[in-house]
């Protein structure tokens, strides 16, 4: 009985010294949740896999895709039954991962000349109803459509939203949601009765600040995707990565725990500095470009070495993200898919670099 004690007492000691030598706190990845039918095969990845290489924070995107009892009109394909999500709930719990699910507000209401769920079912949400989806899409097209936005001024919308969110919360135990926000062109449209003529900046802030405090009430904490939070034409990031409509300015108006994930895929652009001088706590996420993301990683060091007490803590750490399927990445990962998965590649090699 004496030895058990002894080994537990020096195996957290140990756990606690690779904690403390850990240089930032989550080592995540953010991945659409797999099709049903390989639910079991992606739990014994998480366990044989992501868990043993440092994953600490898994973020599923899983939408409309879940049997929702409070709006089943807004069920999607292929969806999660309640006993589902309960596997990854058990994994995750079982190795110590954040479990966090996304569903993207305000943005990413549609894709191409396919309107989402939210705006299938109920099409008075949309911003701009007045730009019909094409036949053909493409991009650049003249009504600078890339994804619908709702309307966040709509006095209906977040009742149907807010209901889909604290059920999949619960559902997924957690303490923390994921909102998207990224990429919205539409917010504050000239047609729109509700929001025309108010600053694009503050109805973004609004958004923002209205799901926080409605998570708060609960205890759970916000994520964000952090590209309308940058000023796309002064830094010259472009208009994906950063906003071209003025929507930066909402850094100084929203609540300073709201979670920022700082996303850049082409170049390692060093921008975790200007949240975190903000006073928000954020995290730097690459894609499939893996010398890239081991120089975001290798700036991630330098900026947490070089803060300040105070600005330390802010500089969360790394969250891979993909952006194929989940079946593709968990093959090309375990190296046994014939096709490469470059996220896959990409999130191997930082795995490697926390795990010297």
Not at 7 to 32: K, M
Not at 108 to 113: D, F, L, N, R
Request: aromatic share 12%; glycine share 6%.
């Amino acid at each position: 009985m004496k030895w058990k004690v002894l080994f537990l007492v020096v195996f957290s000691f140990i756990g606690f010294i690779s904690n403390a030598q850990s240089p930032y706190p989550v080592r995540g990845l953010c991945i659409s949740a797999p099709s049903v039918d390989i639910i079991d095969e992606f739990v014994e990845f998480t366990n044989n896999n992501l868990a043993p290489d440092g994953l600490n924070v898994l973020i599923l995107r899983i939408d409309y895709r879940y049997e929702y009892k409070s709006h089943p009109e807004l069920i999607g394909d292929n969806p999660y039954s309640k006993k589902d999500v309960k596997k990854l709930v058990k994994v995750c719990k079982e190795n110590n991962i954040r479990l966090i699910p996304q569903i993207n507000l305000l943005g990413h209401q549609s894709w191409h000349s396919t309107a989402g769920k939210l705006l299938q079912v109920y099409p008075e949400f949309d911003e701009t109803p007045n730009i019909q989806f094409p036949e053909k899409y493409e991009w650049p097209n003249s009504d600078n459509l890339y994804c619908k936005s709702y309307c966040p001024l709509h006095p209906k919308v977040h009742g149907v939203v807010f209901d889909l969110v604290d059920e999949i919360c619960d559902v997924f135990e957690t303490d923390a949601f994921h909102a998207g926000l990224d990429e919205v062109f539409y917010i504050g449209d000239d047609n729109c009765p509700r929001c025309q003529g108010k600053d694009k900046a503050e109805l973004f802030a609004g958004e923002v600040t209205k799901i926080r405090n409605h998570l708060k009430e609960n205890k759970r904490e916000l994520w964000i995707w952090g590209d309308r939070l940058i000023d796309g034409k002064t830094t010259g990031i472009g208009m994906w990565e950063g906003s071209y409509n003025n929507t930066h300015r909402a850094i100084d108006m929203i609540p300073k725990d709201v979670v920022i994930c700082d996303w850049h895929y082409e170049r390692p652009d060093p921008t975790a500095v200007l949240f975190a001088a903000k006073g928000l706590n954020v995290l730097t996420c690459p894609w499939r470009n893996t010398e890239n993301a081991l120089a975001q990683e290798k700036l991630l060091r330098s900026l947490i070495d070089g803060a300040s007490r105070e600005m330390k803590p802010k500089y969360m750490g790394m969250l891979q993200t993909v952006w194929g399927s989940a079946k593709g990445f968990m093959e090309s990962y375990k190296g046994v898919s014939d096709t490469e998965d470059k996220s896959a590649t990409c999130f191997k090699a930082l795995t490697k670099v926390w795990n010297k």
